[in-house]
């Protein structure tokens, strides 16, 4: 009895064994073999509401799930059919008419219709919603009066859905990007059925978005949101271009510590990482640069000040502080990916604009302001919070940081690390000294960074407010002439960082590591890849 | 025959006696030095550490062992001897102050809880379960969000978890001691219910309290390391040696200097703790047999 049990056992460690040793037997392998990407994805989502969501890993799972009227090209990022298969600009630059793809479903099979999209829109817009993203939408007729309950009827705002599969679109004045805008997840439409389903239109807390609630019209459909663990998405065969998506799914791991992620990625776990420990950059670079990408990201590593609150509510103090970090030692000696430094928040040649405005970096005479402002030699500063997402590389930026400010100005400052919806949360409710923050631009053009920082903007987080800034950021929005445009941006800048409500620190750069198996997938500034042209093959 | 004791030995308390025995055993006499070395190390950090904890030296990055950095540098080029002695004095102040608070209240309760027994011991050991049932990271969280982020506050928040195990095992060794004849002898010749706790009942006990103690103290160090790497407990650019060993885990393949020497300093302690420990138990033995 004892021996043929012992038997047994013995045989199935054995088959166990031999399994876990077959060289199918991990996820990369068997992914490209059945079409089902493995991807590393940062934190745990916030949110998959394309109306409430601002993280980028939020971004990556939408942009799978739902379709806008355009989708970028995947290489030159210039707008083409998506859900709308053709349109017509009027020659006054300002009314857009789409015509949308007959072949459009819902993951539901029901059709996707131009009022979907008035709805989402509308939905956007609600003060009530609340959402961060909302002024994306400002640039249509009525929308930012509609948005301030200057008026209540949505019929207004300067979009319409002329008939089943027409929409049109009334822009208040020409807007170049206005096309980019449509591939970003916030102008995305949703089902009007789906989100009454699971609460009020207006509800931040509706449940629309969990697995087997969602319904999409993108190429992937939502099948699994374990909290933690994992996202999961499966091919739609509902999908207008479903002939075109060659994989059958996707899945999202939640790795926040850039090592572990490493670590899977080495054991082929992960087909792609969203980052490389720095450390382990310049290894990957030399001995396996197949696997490593290094590429220019249209995004600005920064700090914002919280401006209401003493000591940073003295534009002094809060340049000070700007002028006294070395970035340039904190891309060498920190980060290691080939950032490059800033002085200004719109990244040098955006659509070919450079900032003129720089903030120095001048340690005597920030120390100089600090005694201005009443704290020579950082003498009856109060001890202020750095607040960071938890994150290694975070955490060792703010730690040079912290000394950086401690040698030169005398400051003591503590650091604080939340975790990525908890931060965003506390960043929210303006319960910090100093936060840590990024911007990747929407679109290819400065007002996605700039228009951030106009007064009560949802992104804009610090409290700062300048009447002649936002002016200067509507101006540009009605002018026509990129030349005269870009002046305005220049002087918008140079306010901004004059007054210093952020500390820029760099410019990023795409780092990942990405296995040899995916195809489909080009570099372009916004990092952006859309998914339906990404396949799987290995490489003989 | 004037005396009943003709060598005229002096009568040796029982504390006597096991102190003679613990200093005959070696390795637990090695426990006890390298402890004391290591306390006293952490208690002079300030004026003999080698370098200053915080300042950097980005350029000059991680390098491996040298005369100059005798355990290397971090990536911030910070020295990693200093770090280490530094962090030695967060990890053992957290180590012996959260158990002493552990120490405390678990003697205490268990005791109290297992001596009197009857609806007392129910009432008192069901809150122990109570507590026991709370997930105990939530339950630190919540005593540090409720008071605050402050270092000694972390050393009470673990204390106040950690005693629980401590008061169960000393309740259910209270309970059978509570049985046997001598205890019985010290209620009939009159001694108060204190007296009979502190004097016969604790000594009995100390051989699994002071074995709890040695795997409470790791245990501590470590959860401290989890809590600040949450951002609960200490931050940057303060260290302990727990944080050290995490960070260095990270890069271990780069740097492997960074978590060898953190590694090798707590495992040491470790040890001397162990040997400590071992060593006391058997010299504290009441049972133990007079030569």
């Known amino acids: 009895m004892l021996t043929s049990l012992r038997c047994v056992f013995i045989i199935t460690l054995l088959s166990l064994l031999t399994a876990a040793c077959g060289p199918m037997d991990n996820n990369v392998d068997t992914g490209t073999a059945g079409q089902i990407l493995h991807l590393g994805n940062g934190s745990e989502p916030p949110s998959l509401d394309p109306h409430l969501s601002t993280a980028v890993n939020s971004s990556n799972i939408i942009s799978t799930l739902l379709e806008g009227l355009v989708t970028p090209n995947p290489k030159t990022l210039e707008p083409e059919a998506g859900a709308a298969i053709s349109w017509d600009i009027s020659a006054d630059l300002r009314t857009y008419t789409f015509h949308l793809n007959p072949d459009g479903h819902w993951s539901n099979g029901e059709p996707v219709e131009a009022s979907d999209f008035v709805y989402a829109w509308h939905r956007l817009l609600m003060p009530e919603l609340a959402a961060e993203y909302s002024y994306q939408l400002f640039v249509l007729e009525n929308a930012e009066a509609f948005y301030k309950g200057d008026i209540t009827d949505f019929n207004q705002v300067g979009v319409k859905a002329i008939d089943r599969l027409t929409l049109q679109v009334r822009l208040k004045a020409p807007t170049p990007y206005f096309l980019s805008l449509l591939s970003h997840a916030s102008t995305f439409p949703v089902h009007p059925e789906t989100v009454a389903a699971y609460g009020d239109i207006d509800d931040p807390g509706n449940l629309w978005t969990r697995a087997g609630n969602f319904v999409g019209n993108g190429p992937f459909i939502l099948t699994e949101w374990a909290l933690n663990r994992i996202v999961r998405v499966e091919k739609n065969s509902h999908y207008w271009d479903a002939d075109t998506v060659a994989l059958e799914e996707i899945r999202f791991y939640p790795i926040d510590n850039l090592g572990t992620e490493e670590r899977m990625f080495r054991s082929k776990t992960l087909h792609l990482t969203v980052g490389v420990p720095e450390e382990k950059i310049a290894r990957y670079a030399k001995d396996k640069p197949e696997l490593i990408n290094i590429s220019p990201y249209l995004g600005t590593y920064f700090y914002r000040f919280n401006v209401n609150k003493a000591p940073f509510d003295d534009s002094r103090v809060r340049r000070a502080l700007s002028m006294s970090i070395d970035r340039q030692q904190i891309v060498d000696a920190v980060t290691k990916g080939g950032q490059i430094p800033t002085y200004n928040l719109t990244p040098a040649n955006t659509l070919g604009y450079t900032a003129k405005a720089a903030i120095p970096f001048d340690i005597p005479a920030a120390r100089q302001l600090m005694a201005e402002a009443g704290y020579p030699q950082g003498k009856g500063f109060p001890v202020v919070e750095l607040l960071y997402n938890t994150s290694e590389g975070h955490r060792k930026i703010a730690i040079a940081i912290q000394q950086m400010w401690k040698l030169a100005l005398g400051v003591e400052i503590r650091l604080f690390n939340q975790d990525w919806k908890a931060f965003l949360e506390t960043e929210k409710n303006g319960d910090f000294a100093i936060a840590r923050g990024g911007w990747i631009g929407d679109y290819v053009d400065p007002n996605t960074f700039l228009d951030m920082f106009v007064s009560n903007g949802g992104n804009n987080r610090t409290g700062w407010s300048n009447q002649k800034y936002d002016q200067l950021i509507q101006q540009a929005g009605r002018t026509a002439g990129t030349d005269q445009r870009f002046e305005q941006f220049q002087q918008a800048e140079k306010i901004l960082i004059d007054d210093s409500p952020i500390i820029p620190i760099y410019t990023y750069t795409a780092i990942y590591l990405k296995s040899t198996d995916v195809k489909g997938w080009y570099n372009n500034v916004l990092n952006a890849h859309p998914i339906k042209y990404v396949y799987l093959q290995r490489d003989d | ?291």
């Not at chain 2, 405390?104 to 007392?120: F, P, Q």
């Open chain 2, 1 to 291: 025959m004037s005396s009943l004791d003709p060598s005229g030995e002096q009568g040796r308390s029982l504390w006597q006696d096991a102190i003679a025995r613990l200093g005959q055993n070696r390795l637990a006499m090695l426990g006890l030095y390298l402890l004391a070395f290591m306390v006293i190390i952490a208690l002079l950090t300030p004026w003999i550490a080698p370098y200053s904890y915080e300042t950097q030296q980005l350029d000059l990055g991680a390098i491996a062992p040298n005369a100059r950095h005798w355990f290397g540098t971090d990536t911030f080029g910070r020295d990693l001897l200093t770090r280490i002695m530094y962090g030695g004095r967060v990890s053992l102040a957290v180590g012996f102050i959260a158990t002493a608070v552990a120490l405390v209240i678990g003697v205490l309760w268990g005791a109290v809880a297992g001596y009197i027994g009857g609806r007392t011991d129910a009432v008192m050991m069901r809150i122990v379960d109570i507590l026991y049932a709370l997930p105990f990271m939530i339950f630190i969280i919540l005593l540090m969000v409720v008071f605050g982020r402050s270092i000694l506050l972390l050393f009470l928040a673990i204390g106040c978890v950690e005693w629980l195990t401590m008061a169960r095992i000393v309740r259910g060794q209270v309970l059978a001691l509570k049985q046997q004849e001598f205890i019985e002898a010290a209620v009939v010749i009159g001694l108060s219910h204190w007296q009979i706790i502190y004097r016969h009942i604790i000594p009995n006990i100390l051989g699994p309290i002071i074995v709890y103690i040695t795997l409470t103290i790791p245990s501590v160090m470590l959860l401290e390391a989890f809590l600040s790497f949450l951002g609960l407990g200490i931050q940057p650019p303060q260290s302990s040696w727990g944080l050290l060993i995490s960070y260095g885990v990270e890069t271990m393949e780069e740097y492997p200097w960074l978590l060898l020497f953190p590694g090798l300093v707590l495992s040491i302690t470790l040890f001397a703790l162990n040997f400590l420990g071992d060593g006391l138990r058997d010299a504290l033995d009441p049972k133990a047999s007079k030569d």
